[in-house]
């Protein structure tokens, strides 16, 4: 188990569940087979069982579409782009389904850091711009804090980070 910042008391997993607290840093990606759908402006933007999830201490996993899923046309270039100590350079995506716009919603990484290269050509979503995203037909919860983009379902326990109070952890 991770050792919590002082004064985090880590929920104890419940059979079938992970605590995000032994997810490690630098993070991990690890493949899943599980069925994932995002939804979006009435329609089924991307749909796989190829998903990769990456896993970091504190926050619920990112998942990771491959560009290949997604609807024809759902995907455009955004302005804008953060840095990741650990993934490097994300350029970010809007999510686009006729006259439905989800600016900047999604993100990828086409030149990932050494490490990371299974994240080359498969995109990440914020959850709570979409119209649903669910895994295994479980619709998830965003991670709290806005710029994160983790998927929180009940396979996972926190305390999550970007909830009020985390910024240091």
């Known amino acids: ?26 993070p991990a990606v690890r493949p899943t087979v599980a069925l ?25 996993p990112g998942y ?6 997604w609807l024809t046309g759902s995907l455009r270039p955004a302005p804008g782009q953060s840095f990741c100590e650990f993934k490097g350079a994300a350029s ?14 999604a993100w990828t990484y086409r030149r990932p850091m050494p490490g990371f290269e299974l994240l080359r050509g498969h995109i990440a979503v914020y959850p709570d711009r979409m119209d649903s995203c669910t895994v ?14 983790g998927w929180i379902t009940s396979a996972v326990v926190g305390p999550f980070k970007g909830v009020p109070g985390s910024r240091g952890w």
């Open 1 to 26: 188990m991770t050792r919590a910042p002082f004064g985090v008391r880590p929920e104890p997993p419940g059979p079938g569940q992970e605590s995000v607290w032994d997810y490690p840093r630098p």
């Open 36 to 60: 994932i759908e995002v939804s979006f402006g009435g329609a089924v933007v991307a749909r796989t069982t190829r998903a990769l999830l990456v896993l970091e201490t504190s926050h619920p």
């Open 64 to 69: 990771y579409l491959p560009e290949d899923d």
């Open 92 to 105: 970010y995506l809007s999510v686009v389904v006729e006259d439905a716009i989800a600016e900047s919603a």
């Open 136 to 149: 295994d037909g479980e619709v998830v919860r965003a991670q709290d804090g806005g710029f994160y983009g």
